[in-house]
């Protein structure tokens, strides 16, 4: 895959890759996230995520007028914004986000409708344990830190900030300097025009805070509920090692641990009826890799052996680079994933702009192949000591 690259005369990193496809994916980068807020201002990151898009008057039916969709997320490093168009109106769709990340000037009544929104969002997550036990996983690792605080922020935090500090927030961390621009697909227009368009953005980041890694131990919450949810989280020191190699080793581990049916721990545990669904999440945060394994909807009377269970599928890992008949099968779906995640220019995009973001390195082509060449290596070392956090039935 062909990319180029570019850095603007005002330091915004634009990143192009041409080939046919019947849409255009854009994905916008922001190198600011939750472990870089201050204490009082918990959520302001995604708080700007919400206002970004009440910069633009109407903003859904401009972007679905366009024929496209748009999509957005914050994580602790990082925030998102994706954009799919029909290739015609692509630049129409980019002139629409210039406009949207042009404006730092907030609006009193979309500042509180917004807030309003995001305190709703908060008591909708906390009421779900489905949802909840992700964000407990980060705070039984690092305590109450910046990296154990949760991304959406507080309702104390939320419901204290005022427009002033969200002003800020835009004038010292929404700059071309910190962002990153991806255009993948049949790009119609001449890459200078792109160029000047982009170039019009201003402003110089500010430094960003040393977030703070505490530490944290065992949470237990009980909910009127069903079934349980289980999270098992740890994390791995990350001391002089090559961040690309350690990030395409992880993305192994999930792909092997719980990425389809036939992976690791979700064969082992249905087969054993213990469980229908367990997921990963996982983050390179600097200094760290914090990893989360999440068992839902688990019959009470069988908390102890799901536990037990997932420990020692854990510290036998290895058992499975025995087997390689069973291996040469999920090679095979390795592949057909990555196919099916390269069909889609938004999907390429956002790839591009995080892997730019988080690693200093889009080459996709690279990490692809490296998930390839390391299929077989060994993963125990990735995996330490670590966590529960449970959320149990009254």
Not at 167 to 179: A, V
Not at 188 to 195: A, L, Q, S, V
């Given at each position: 895959m062909n990319i180029e690259y570019y850095v603007l005369d005002n330091g915004l990193r634009l990143l192009i890759s041409r080939f046919e496809s019947p849409t255009v994916g854009i994905a916008v980068g922001v190198g600011i996230g939750s472990i870089y807020e201050d204490r009082d201002l918990r959520g302001i990151s995604h708080f700007a995520e919400h206002i970004i898009y009440r910069a633009y008057p109407n903003i859904d039916l401009e972007i679905e007028g366009l024929g496209g969709v748009s999509d957005a997320y914050t994580e602790r490093t990082l925030t998102m914004y994706l954009f799919e168009v029909i290739p015609s109106e692509l630049r129409n769709l980019l002139r629409l986000i210039y406009k949207m990340f042009s404006n730092r000037r907030v609006d009193n009544e979309d500042f509180e409708r917004e807030r309003r929104v995001i305190l709703s969002e908060i008591k909708m997550r906390n009421d779900d344990p489905g949802t909840l036990i992700y964000d407990l996983g980060p705070r039984a690792l690092f305590g109450d830190s910046d990296y154990g605080a949760p991304i959406i922020g507080t309702e104390e935090s939320i419901s204290s900030m005022a427009t002033k500090?969200?002003?800020?927030?835009?004038?010292?961390?929404?700059?071309?300097?910190?962002?990153?621009?991806?255009?993948?697909?049949?790009?119609?227009?001449?890459?200078?025009?792109?160029?000047?368009l982009f170039n019009g953005w201003d402003g110089k980041s500010s430094r960003k805070k040393i977030p703070t890694m505490g530490k944290g131990g065992p949470i237990v919450i009980?909910?009127?509920?069903?079934?349980?949810?289980?999270?098992?989280?740890?994390?791995?020191?990350?001391?002089?090692?090559?961040?690309?190699?350690?990030?395409?080793?992880?993305?192994?581990?999930?792909?092997?641990?719980?990425?389809?049916?036939?992976?690791?721990?979700?064969?082992?545990?249905?087969?054993?009826?213990?469980?229908?669904?367990?997921?990963?999440?996982?983050?390179?945060?600097?200094?760290?890799?914090?990893?989360?394994?999440?068992v839902s909807a688990v019959n009470e009377e069988s908390i102890d052996i799901v536990k037990e269970e997932l420990v020692n599928a854990l510290l036998s890992i290895n058992d499975l680079f025995k087997d390689e008949y069973y291996l040469s099968k999920r090679l095979n779906y390795l592949k057909y994933l990555i196919s099916d995640y390269l069909r889609r220019p938004i999907q390429v995009a956002e790839s591009m702009s995080y892997m730019e973001l988080k690693l200093s390195n889009h080459d996709i082509d690279e990490f692809n192949n490296g998930l390839e060449r390391h299929f077989r290596d060994s993963l125990d070392h990735l995996i330490t000591n670590g966590v529960w956090s449970e959320i149990l039935p009254l």
């Open positions: 500090d969200l002003e800020n927030f835009l004038e010292s961390y929404y700059t071309p300097d910190n962002m990153v621009v991806s255009i993948v697909g049949p790009i119609n227009m001449p890459i200078n025009e792109i160029i000047g009980r909910r009127p509920i069903e079934s349980a949810y289980l999270s098992y989280s740890w994390q791995y020191n990350v001391i002089n090692e090559d961040s690309f190699l350690l990030s395409i080793k992880s993305s192994l581990l999930e792909f092997h641990l719980v990425n389809g049916l036939s992976s690791y721990l979700m064969s082992r545990f249905r087969n054993k009826g213990l469980t229908y669904t367990i997921d990963m999440d996982r983050d390179y945060l600097p200094g760290t890799y914090y990893y989360q394994l999440v």
